[in-house]
Nanobody, 122 residues
Framework: VQLQASGGGLVQAGASLRLSCAAS????????IGWFRQPPGKEREFVAH????????DYASSVKGRFTISRDNAKNTVYLQMNSLKPEDTAVYYC????????????????WGQGTLVTVSS
């Protein structure tokens, strides 16, 4: 599975962005997908993940209620809708894939996209 994240940009606090994670490969629909982010000067952290069917999702407490993860398996794409953005959401956002849903640990993900930069100004 090859992943490509896109949709980042520079926005003001309170704005919204939607990130996309486009995948190649006919088996995409069998993978759980996670979004992670790496703020400047900090380690990469879990943001959200979604099961292969889209029926299960979970979020980091810092984004719960503001971010929504979804997927369209017909389009081989996972989305991260980010609302009410804050300056502390500034980071490079990565999508990643693994066979089984449920892990919050980046080490357990097998495939990674290249990252897309989100910058939120105050």
């Amino acid at each position: 599975v090859q992943l490509q994240a896109s949709g980042g940009g520079l926005v003001q606090a309170g704005a919204s962005l939607r990130l996309s994670c486009a995948a190649s490969g006919r088996t995409f629909s069998t993978y759980a997908i996670g979004w992670f982010r790496q703020p400047p000067g900090k380690e990469r952290e879990f943001v959200a993940h979604i099961s292969w069917s889209g029926g299960s999702t979970d979020y980091a407490s810092s984004v719960k209620g503001r971010f929504t993860i979804s997927r369209d398996n017909a389009k081989n794409t996972v989305y991260l809708q980010m609302n009410s953005l804050k300056p502390e959401d500034t980071a490079v956002y990565y999508c990643a894939a693994r066979r089984h849903y449920g892990s919050y640990e980046e080490e357990s993900y097998d495939y990674w996209g290249q990252g897309t930069l989100v910058t939120v100004s105050s």
